[in-house]
């Protein structure tokens, strides 16, 4: 659940010149970040600690920690810190792991420099994941709780409601699993908690505070009126999900600058959808300023889905001179995300579909795929395997798992939007789940990059299965590729169940094009065993193709230039 994306404003601090090298390296890569100058090497690592979010310096770690130590604050506040050596051969989080994002950048920077990235934390160390890096807020005893989860020692996990936490060790035990009221506990709740010191609380953004007011409202009075309300709820302001309002209020600088000090979306519905949502306390007053009975209850169960069946109203509408407030509270739905791997090489997985496996305490998948990424997933994660032919059943699983109030990943290969498992996936999900799409590197993308650059124009794809589409329409579908030239790949081209469909489609396409148009086949693109064979319409034999092929045939454009197929795009300076 690590950010991808680099801080906001980085410092790059360099005392030589291959220092300076290496740091204008990173600035060409990251539009936020800059050189930072000085009298000295010393002033430019304190200004770029006083005004940047993170700070890379090229220096010893030595130097830099005598440097930094009488400037150390709160790791909540103080700026990230990475240390690069001279020859850029390891990139050290030295300072705010998990919450100052350090160990994250320490990747990052270490993927653009071809350094090792050095990350001490414990959590990491092991692979299990940090408490501060599950995406919600944490509070409590968060130290302690996260050592004993270190030591293995039993943590009992109480939740409010079945949020779709990623995975968690086997000592994480959920109370009703046989642990007992002793020792350490992790709390998932929206509400208020007396601190102690064996338990660490998780915020899940659960409330929503809508909010009215009237024009010019001060800031102040909106945020004194809002934390007065939920303190008075015992209701912990770390687990808002977001302010809303009526889109007249969008503007609203009290009502805006109060969200931006929370650290949350302002979301805005319009009048008729407010008033369309059934609220305790309806005002005819507000009805005629405003277009709606209700501002302020109404947008808290809508929040930001528009799906106030949802959510419970916890606090009616509160008013000061100026200013209303009401929360609601929204129900957890199951998350699922469909990850797409890729054709299976580990460096053409997408680093977001690694941060989705990580995420999941669920992973559903075909066997050969979940081998492709065991190494990826979590101590603690539940694995659902099954076999060739089981597609729907896969599916089935990975819903009702989401649907049950957990973060499920279901994988496929290559993109899973393609001949691959979100479609039959969402046939089945419904407004109770949350779904995420993680796009993946096609077969088809892969077999053209070998190839060269046959799809630089118009092209089609064509799954040549007539296991749940019917062989006629199949091969009309062929027969309008033919007819409008597009460059053809066929998809699950040949099997031993199988063996006439590609013949038949490929004497389709030769009915619209030369014999010597160029086709390609490749097996296990970017996988073990990879192979990739050129012919002709006239020359391929079908025999070398099967389920683990694509079969791309060019248009009557298409050309072999130095044996690589080209399509040509049409462009002027080719005339």
């Not at 808290?300 to 509160?318: E, P, S």
């Not at 407030?325 to 579909?353: E, N, Q, S, W």
């Not at 496996?357 to 659902?384: I, K, M, S």
Request: with cysteine; proline share 7%.
């Amino acid at each position: 659940m690590t950010d991808q994306n680099p801080p906001t404003r980085i410092g790059l601090v360099a005392a030589t010149a291959a220092g300076r090298r290496h740091a204008d390296t990173l600035a060409a890569a990251w539009p936020h970040a800059r050189l930072v100058e000085g009298e000295t090497v010393a002033d430019a690592l304190r200004t770029a600690w006083a005004r940047c979010d993170a700070v890379i310096a090229f220096l010893a770690t030595g130097a830099v920690v005598r440097i930094v130590a009488p400037l150390l604050d709160d790791k909540r506040t103080d700026p990230a810190v990475v240390v690069v050596d001279e020859a850029a051969r390891h990139a050290v989080a030295l300072l705010g792991g998990h919450a100052g994002g350090a160990n994250a950048l320490a990747e990052q920077v270490a993927a653009l420099l071809d350094a090792r990235p050095v990350i001490t934390t414990a959590t990491d160390a092991v692979d299990l994941p940090g408490l501060d890096t599950l995406g919600w807020p944490v509070q409590g005893a968060v130290a302690a709780v996260s050592r004993a989860i270190l030591d293995g020692e039993p943590v009992r996990l109480i939740a409010d409601a079945d949020w779709p936490l990623p995975a968690l060790p086997p000592n994480v035990r959920a109370a009703d699993e046989g642990t007992t009221d002793d020792g350490y506990r992790l709390l998932v709740t929206d509400r208020v908690v007396p601190p102690d010191e064996r338990t660490a609380v998780l915020r899940p953004p659960s409330l929503v505070a809508g909010v009215g007011a009237s024009r010019g409202v001060p800031a102040a009075e909106v945020a004194e009126l809002l934390h007065r309300v939920l303190a008075e709820a015992g209701l912990d302001p770390a687990s808002l999900r977001c302010l809303a309002s009526a889109d007249i209020k969008a503007d609203e600088a009290g009502i805006r600058s109060t969200a931006d000090a929370l650290g949350v979306p302002l979301v805005t519905w319009p009048a008729t959808r407010l008033a369309a949502v059934d609220v305790p306390h309806p005002s005819e007053v507000v009805r005629a300023a405003v277009g709606t009975p209700s501002v302020a209850e109404a947008a808290a169960l809508l929040g930001t889905d528009g799906r106030a069946g949802d959510a419970t109203l916890l606090v009616g509408k509160t008013a000061t001179a100026m200013a209303t407030v009401a929360v609601a509270r929204h129900a957890p739905r199951g998350r699922l995300a469909v990850v797409g791997l890729g054709p299976g090489a580990a460096d053409l997985r997408t680093p977001r579909a690694v941060a989705e496996l990580r995420r999941a305490a669920v992973v559903v998948g075909l066997d050969q795929y979940l081998d492709q990424v065991r190494d990826v997933l979590r101590p603690g994660t539940r694995v659902l395997s099954s076999g060739l032919g089981a597609e729907e059943a896969r599916a089935r699983a990975a819903v009702a798992e989401a649907a049950a109030g957990r973060a499920v990943a279901l994988i496929g290969s290559g993109d899973a939007g393609v001949y691959a498992m979100a479609s039959p996936a969402l046939e089945y999900a419904d407004e109770r789940i949350d779904v995420v799409g993680v796009p993946g590197v096609t077969a088809a993308l892969a077999a053209g990059a070998l190839l060269g650059a046959p799809l630089g124009h118009d092209h089609a794809y064509l799954s040549l299965s007539d296991l749940h589409t019917p062989w006629d329409v199949i091969e009309r579908r062929v027969t309008a590729a033919a007819e409008g030239d597009f460059v053809t790949l066929f998809y699950n081209p040949r099997s031993r169940a199988r063996d006439w469909q590609l013949g038949k489609a490929l004497g389709i396409l030769a009915a619209h094009r030369p014999p010597d148009t160029p086709v390609g086949v490749v097996r296990n693109a970017s996988r073990p065993g990879e192979r990739v064979h050129l012919a002709t319409l006239a020359t391929l034999d079908p025999g070398i193709v099967d389920m683990y092929s694509v079969v791309v045939v060019g248009s009557t454009d298409t050309r072999l230039v130095a044996g690589r197929m080209v399509t040509p795009r049409g462009y002027r300076w080719r005339s």
